[in-house]
């Protein structure tokens, strides 16, 4: 078992999820700063939205996680939605094709095991516009994961990156072809999980931006 692993198993023996999830509903966004920022991993760029280290950010995500918190998803969404508005606002890579915002997917006995996807509670939440195409459009289920991988957080980095070789594909390319895709996931590390799944989103012919709420 990692570090980050065993730092996980000590914080929830000391910070059960349920005091966190209660520490989440008492907050506001003005206690959840957007602080975009850029990293290189594994040869791509990744943005991140939010500083794990925050305390009220890993509250939020470990709820949101774990425990399905709606008020979390709201949260989140709202950061995403603030993050948007301004870069889509701002940049004309996004003004000739169609913008999707697409989950990182869990595979379904992952999904059935959980009960949600958090990524998914959180791009629901969005505004109406950022959902319904009027400025990007939700497509819940454009990439798949095709079979179930270990858990990232418990391996090591060269173990990250093997897990998840391989592990995503098109349902349907027609969906994302000629699309702006946001690829959106909760946390990441090394970039693995996030680099691994825009591959078949690039081959079936989607311009793709990858975003994480925080970083670990």
């Keep these: 078992m990692g570090f980050l692993a065993v730092l996980e198993s000590i914080l929830d023996a000391i910070l059960p999820l349920r005091a966190r999830t209660s520490r989440t509903r008492e907050r506001g ?3 959840i700063p957007l602080t975009p920022s850029p990293h290189d991993l594994l040869g791509v760029r990744i943005t991140t939205l939010m500083e794990y280290q925050n305390p009220a950010v890993e509250d939020l995500i470990r709820s949101l996680k774990y425990d399905g918190s709606g008020h979390a998803a709201k949260l989140a969404a709202s950061v995403l939605a603030d993050y ?3 870069e ?8 000739a094709r169609k913008i999707l915002l697409v989950p990182v997917p869990l595979h379904k006995s992952r999904a059935r ?6 990524i998914e509670l959180v ?6 516009e950022y959902r ?3 400025i990007a459009t939700l497509a819940a289920h454009a990439l798949a994961r095709t079979r179930a991988t270990k858990p990232q957080t418990r391996l090591s980095r060269s173990e990250r990156l093997s897990n998840v ?14 699309a702006h895709v946001l690829l959106v996931d909760d946390v990441t590390t090394t970039g693995a999980t996030l680099t691994n799944a825009a591959m078949p989103l690039r081959r ?3 311009k793709v931006t990858l975003l994480a709420l925080a970083r670990a």
């Design 29 to 31: 966004l003005e206690d």
């Design 84 to 86: 948007l508005r301004e």
């Design 88 to 95: 889509i606002a701002s940049s004309r890579i996004f003004s």
């Design 113 to 118: 095991e959980r009960g949600w996807n958090q």
């Design 123 to 128: 791009l629901r939440a969005l505004p109406a």
């Design 132 to 134: 319904d195409g009027t």
């Design 165 to 178: 070789t391989g592990a995503f594909a098109m349902p349907d390319n027609s969906l994302v072809r000629d």
């Design 204 to 206: 079936a012919g989607a």
